[in-house]
């Protein structure tokens, strides 16, 4: 009974937020459903990205690697192929995020800690150094525009409202999947993965399969973000392959809380939050959005390393303690 | 079941095996014991397929297993309990024991919770460690003595042919000892067991035979009794011990 009023209301949750932009109409400006579409793109990011961080124990410092591949990929594919079939594009992104995530995996999964976190930073700058350089096909540093919005058979999702449900859609696709994953018997191998590796092995677990699965699995999940990016920006720029795309996502988890459903999804409000609304209610000489984030992030590392989804359990324990 | 010949490892100059030979019969109950850096947690490890060996060779119920990785000998069948607890901290006891289950059957299922069957086998081995009320407490809240009966169910969990203990009865109150003890020598006959232990009393209760290792060489072999009587190990070892009490 229990059981089915929570699915009741998570049905409910994800139903509202996918017709976000039809019941805010009479009240909300298009720009909300702007910023909620971007901030589902970063929490699907940011949900993969936990797989590694928060379950595995891999902190990436280079996830945008397949963030970016996807958005090419997904751009490219509709410009060549000549085609804005969802199945083709984001197909497309999700293979190609996949590949390069199983070539980088194989390079990076047996190291740990600092390491891996050099090590997925450098390949994910090498990646971006590609996107940036190879004009031909990536348009270099002028990025590649006029990416077409996708269509699934004759559904057409080129309307503002209608891309923004097609990313909502995805990302309780993504958040369910992900969900069902941690609990199932491969999401608490990954949690024995990260608590103590050697056990694993020595109770006949391989490892490094695991590691390696767990990283093309984030990676494809960042390359479909990517295609939605691309999608409804209809613009790819080398920066989302970059260094400071990387760090958005990994900001983003260790706000929301690492090793949590909910975190990576608060983490993307907050900081689209912080990104997106916080600056125009600032005078101009103040709208520095990134040294505000740059400050909630050291305020989170040094006061709530459980980020917000700690902070909320401990202040559920306190108040049902009183 | 076991048998090792001529094994070797070092570390830089030190020999920590140095040629150790000995073979476990099927169901054998055997004990390694020394004194401290004699060789034995190394043995272990080597046995185990956690540190290569640098030489000679090990078999596991005739299959050479000499290059084989620590997951790969444990899925042939080779069980360990270490010396020091080695458990996942923030999981239940339950879960602990569901993750070596589900290791038999992989880790590759994405849907669905861990089957009831494997929760169920998970608390029957809970209890037969008596740890019967303990299956939703996290490691951290267990005490020292119930981490190591839930290590051991861990490996039992792994349905092994070899069971390695390390020290299974370190830092333990000798209520605690004597519960492991009972426990140990409660297990399936069929089951082999090499057991790396300092207390005399817990060796001659579990061993059919002993091997004694004195840096990183077998210098004696034979059942508790003879053992005992060898003026050698006596030297190196007992004497010791009788000395220290």
Redesign the interface.
């Known amino acids: 009974m229990r059981q089915l009023v929570r699915w009741m209301l998570v049905a409910a949750a994800a139903g509202a937020l996918i017709t976000f932009p039809y019941w805010s109409a009479p009240w909300a400006s298009r720009f909300a459903t702007t910023v909620v579409r971007d901030a589902l793109i970063l929490a699907i990011f940011a949900l993969s990205l936990d797989l590694l961080v928060g379950r595995a124990g891999m902190p990436s410092l280079g996830h945008a690697a397949f963030f970016g591949a996807g958005a090419y990929a997904a751009g490219i594919a509709s410009q060549r192929l000549a085609t804005d079939q969802l199945p083709v594009t984001l197909g497309a992104a999700a293979l190609v995020a996949a590949l390069l995530a199983l070539v980088i995996g194989v390079l990076v999964v047996r190291s740990e800690g600092i390491f891996f976190l050099m090590l997925t930073l450098a390949l994910a700058q090498i990646v971006f150094a590609i996107a940036f350089q190879w004009t031909a096909v990536t348009g270099g540093s002028n990025g590649l525009a006029g990416i077409g919005r996708p269509m699934l058979g004759g559904l057409d999702f080129s309307a503002p409202d209608s891309i923004y449900v097609l990313v909502a859609i995805t990302f309780v696709l993504v958040a369910l999947a992900i969900w069902?994953?941690t609990?199932?018997?491969?999401g608490?191998?990954l949690?024995?993965v990260r608590?103590?590796e050697?056990?694993?092995?020595?109770?006949?677990?391989?490892?490094a399969r695991?590691r390696l699965?767990a990283f093309v699995l984030a990676g494809t999940i960042a390359g479909i973000a990517g295609a939605l990016s691309a999608y409804s920006t209809r613009f790819v720029s080398a920066q989302d392959a970059g260094l400071g795309s990387s760090v958005r996502a990994f900001v983003t988890v260790l706000v929301g809380g690492a090793g949590t459903l909910g975190g990576p999804m608060v983490g993307s409000a907050l900081v689209s939050l912080i990104e997106r609304i916080v600056p125009s209610l600032l005078p101009t000489e103040l709208r520095i959005s990134n040294a505000i984030l740059g400050l909630v992030f050291i305020g989170f590392v040094l006061f709530a390393r459980q980020g917000m989804v700690g902070l909320g359990r401990f202040a559920w324990l306190r108040l049902r303690r009183r | 079941m076991i048998e090792v010949h001529d094994l070797r490892r070092a570390f830089g100059g030190v020999l920590a095996l140095d040629g150790v030979t000995l073979t476990l019969r099927e169901g054998e109950r055997r004990a390694v014991i020394g004194p401290n850096g004699a060789g034995k947690t190394t043995l272990i490890n080597v046995l185990a397929g956690e540190i290569p060996s640098t030489g000679g060779a090990v078999r596991l119920g005739g299959h050479d297993i000499t290059r084989l990785r620590s997951w790969q000998r444990a899925r042939l069948g080779l069980a360990r309990v270490y010396q020091r607890t080695e458990l996942f901290s923030p999981l239940s006891s339950r879960e602990n024991v569901a993750l070596a289950i589900a290791s038999r059957r992989g880790p590759y299922r994405v849907f669905g919770a861990p089957a009831r069957s494997e929760q169920a086998e998970a608390d029957t081995l809970l209890e037969r460690v008596g740890l019967a009320g303990r299956e939703g407490m996290t490691v951290h809240a267990l005490s020292h003595g119930e981490r190591r009966q839930l290590e051991l169910a861990v490996a039992l969990a792994q349905r092994p042919r070899v069971l390695l203990l390390d020290e299974p009865t370190a830092g333990m109150s000798p209520l605690e000892t004597a519960r492991i003890t009972e426990l140990v020598a409660s297990l399936e006959r069929s089951l082999t067991i090499l057991i790396v232990e300092h207390d005399m009393d817990v060796v001659f209760r579990l061993a059919d035979r002993v091997t004694v290792l004195h840096e990183g060489r077998v210098i004696a072999d034979g059942t508790a009794e003879e053992v005992r009587g060898d003026v050698r190990v006596h030297d190196v070892y007992l004497g010791k011990a009788v000395t220290v009490a």
């Open positions: 069902g994953l609990q199932a018997p491969y608490r191998a949690i024995g608590e103590n050697r056990r694993m092995r020595a109770l006949g677990y391989d490892t695991l699965s």
